[in-house]
């Protein structure tokens, strides 16, 4: 059965490949989750490969230099061409052209009035482009006529010494103007400049992560070996995204393999105002991406996040340097789907350097390929969103008929168990939604149909209920009684002596 | 008619040593002294509990709500499950009656397996109805499971203890001692099976790869 099967998949995935040489995608094992017992489990193509965009394709002359900065705003995209020095702007005119508007590469107002190594950019709604200029040791705000407006310069504050250089490498700017930059060698958290360009402090210092036996270790050993010793210092950063809600993503490749087994590392994390993580780990792995790895194929080492992007369905996408693979969790933390891989194919990365989204599409933009990948959904990735938006919008039933037509493409999929689940128990079918959560070992959800079940079945059996409550208190009772009687009757002395008499 | 009445006599007297397995349970250090002095059990009535126990092991993985146990299905060897069971409790009375037959320990082995079955009776006691129960509570009810299943193998654990300390007319501290002794024991039988079992996997790769030599030659 088995075999016939897979030569069947054999027999479709050549057809497929012969069909249109575009499909490199249809080959096995590109889209993955893992099952409740950490297994692969492979699944139809969430995304697929619109197109792969190189200099030429946007209709420059040369070469991207190593791009780093990647943004999206409406149908617009930019491009920190990070080694040559300008941003590219460019637009999507329809599904798979994207045409260039501008090069800019000077503005006017200030000097030096061009960039050096411009790393990150990000575009505001109400028309201002903040760039990360890192060789100028500066954050320019700029309009969209390229006039120079203001300039985040290095904090006069004494968490700064003198001698540091300030290199910002990547942003984010809130709806209020607010700027949360990273910069190298800074491992207080983000640094958060006020709209006006005043240093408000950081945010999101992580704690200290280090065990006890670390800490023995370091009160035992000499000044020199102290100092070949790995310092306990904060995580650095590695970008920051805020969401459509307010709230900051920042990713972090500066984990250790122990704390992600053991859920210690947080390499994507959510933070607040107060700069506490909130990402919710709900699901049955952590959110680390990769929850196995060994080293194989000259790649080793766990998921590194380098990007972060989250859509407007609360669903977030990370971007994994290791392998080159897109891992999507919903707002609950489960995995919906992981793709990608490393390689020179469409689909696949070199360098993967930067991750934005539009709408639902993907971008991807990687370093050494000096390219932008453009992803868009496929049927069954966009039904995912479907069941996804529709639940979050109320339509609990349509959601779950969603999630239905999820299961009808792959059965693998446990969030469609769950999702229809979900569903049901808001319908009020305790019984049917109780089944799906129990095939995915969803305790709490299954907890929750079944104590409504129970409850139900404890009303409409009330009466048999107490009857037979009634029978075990009373029966015995009852049969202890009759037994009295019936050995007083025959012990009592009114036979007695009926019987002397007679005799 | 004599053979019906003599059966019945056997099947009243394998009932009754079953019966107070219940006895055993309620009163352990009166129980267990009975047990073997009085000849109040039997081998049958052990055997029928260490079954039960199997029973209620493998009858959790089926049927225990999945709030409490888990299985993967793909991962389970049956027999490999059995014998986790099986193979220590042959262990420990093999160790343990080799230790205490050294230091005038009144027990014989087949009173040690007897007496051992009969400390478990606990088990399938508890983890019956508890299979029943799992399936009537939620995740936050789970801790009512928990203690009462933790509950079921302390009290074995502390009949096992007056079992062996009535079966060998030891003291108690004596008794908790050699409990420990027989642990290092089942640990030393363990390795030297290895190592029997990886030394005679050897020697018979050895002797096939020679005849596969002159086989080759010839």
Redesign the interface.
């Known amino acids: 059965m088995k075999k016939t099967r897979r030569f069947g998949a054999l027999l479709i995935g050549m057809l497929l490949t012969l069909a249109s040489a575009m499909t490199a995608l249809a080959d096995e094992g590109y889209t993955y989750n893992y099952d409740?017992?950490g297994d692969v489990q492979y699944s139809p193509d969430a995304y697929t490969v619109e197109k792969v965009y190189t200099a030429v394709d946007m209709g420059l002359e040369g070469r991207l230099q190593s791009p780093q900065g990647l943004n999206v705003i409406g149908d617009m995209i930019y491009i920190c061409d990070t080694g040559n020095n300008r941003i590219l702007e460019l637009k999507r005119v329809n599904q798979d052209t994207i045409e260039l508007s501008r090069v800019i590469d000077s503005f006017n107002g200030a000097e030096p009035n061009t960039f050096s190594g411009p790393t990150d950019v990000d575009v505001t709604d109400d028309g201002y482009m903040f760039i990360c200029d890192g060789g100028n040791q500066r954050i320019l705000k700029l309009d969209m006529d390229l006039n120079y407006i203001m300039e985040f310069t290095k904090p006069d504050d004494s968490n700064f010494s003198n001698k540091d250089v300030f290199t910002p490498t990547k942003l984010s700017v809130d709806t209020a103007g607010r700027v949360y930059c990273i910069a190298t060698n800074v491992n207080q958290g983000l640094i958060k400049f006020e709209n006006d360009g005043q240093f408000s402090g950081f945010v999101g210092a992580t704690k200290v992560i280090y065990d006890w036996t670390d800490y023995i270790w370091k009160r035992l050993a000499t000044q020199e070996q102290r100092a070949q010793m790995e310092s306990f210092v904060p995580t650095e950063y590695d970008n920051v995204y805020i969401d459509p809600e307010g709230f900051v993503f920042v990713c972090t490749m500066n984990v250790n393999e122990d704390d992600l087994d053991s859920g210690a590392a947080d390499p994507i994390r959510r933070l607040n105002m107060l700069g506490n993580d909130i990402l919710i780990e709900n699901g049955d792995w952590y959110v680390i991406g990769d929850i196995e790895w060994d080293d194989a194929g000259g790649y080793n080492g766990p998921s590194l996040f380098v990007d972060i992007t989250a859509l407007d369905n609360k669903v977030y996408v990370g971007l994994d340097k290791t392998r080159g693979r897109l891992f999507a969790y919903d707002d609950q933390g489960r995995m919906l789907y992981a793709f990608g891989g490393a390689g020179n194919m469409d689909g696949y990365f070199r360098q993967p350097a930067a991750l934005e989204h539009m709408g639902h599409d993907l971008l991807v933009l990687d370093s050494i390929d000096a390219s932008l990948t453009l992803f868009t959904p496929t049927e069954y990735g966009s039904l995912i969103y479907q069941a996804i938006e529709q639940f979050q919008d109320g339509y609990y039933t349509e959601s779950g008929e969603s999630w239905q037509k999820v299961m009808d493409l792959n059965g693998n999929c446990d969030l469609a168990y769950i999702g229809i689940g979900r569903s049901l128990l808001r319908q009020g079918r305790y019984k049917e939604a109780m089944d799906y959560f129990?095939l995915k070992?969803d305790?709490?959800n299954?907890?929750?149909a079944?104590?409504q079940y129970?409850k139900q079945w404890v009303e409409e059996h009330i009466l048999i209920i107490f009857l037979l409550l009634f029978a075990v208190l009373c029966v015995p009772l009852l049969v202890g009684r009759i037994r009295k009687i019936k050995h007083e009757i025959d012990t009592s002395d009114y036979f007695e002596l009926k019987k002397g008499r007679q005799s | 008619m004599i053979a019906t009445l003599k059966e019945k006599i056997h099947s009243n007297h394998y009932l009754s040593t079953l019966r107070f397995a219940l006895y055993c349970c309620t009163h352990p250090l009166d129980g267990f002294w009975d047990l073997t002095h009085e000849k109040r059990g039997s081998i049958a009535a052990a055997n029928t509990i260490l079954f039960l126990t199997v029973l209620a092991r493998i009858m959790q993985l089926q049927f225990t709500s999945?709030?409490f146990v888990?299985v993967?299905w793909?991962r389970i060897n049956i027999f490999l499950y059995i014998a986790s069971i099986l193979f220590p409790l042959a262990l420990w009375c093999v160790g343990n009656w080799g230790l205490t037959t050294l230091f005038d320990g009144k027990g014989r082995l087949s009173q040690i397996y007897m007496a051992s079955c009969y400390a478990m009776t606990p088990y399938p006691l508890v983890q019956f109805p508890l299979i029943v129960f799992s399936n009537?509570v939620?995740?936050?009810e789970a801790e009512f499971y928990t203690v009462l299943s933790t509950l079921s193998l302390v009290w074995a654990v502390a009949l096992f203890i007056c079992a062996m300390m009535e079966i060998h007319e030891y003291t108690l501290a004596k008794t908790i001692g050699f409990s420990f002794a027989t642990i290092v024991a089942m640990l030393v039988m363990v390795f030297i099976l290895l190592l029997f079992f990886s030394m005679i996997s050897s020697g018979v790769v050895y002797f096939i790869s020679i005849g596969r030599e002159i086989l080759f030659r010839m």
């Open positions: 409740y017992w129990k070992y305790e709490d299954y907890s929750k079944f104590k129970r | 999945f709030i888990r993967n793909d009537m939620t995740v936050e």
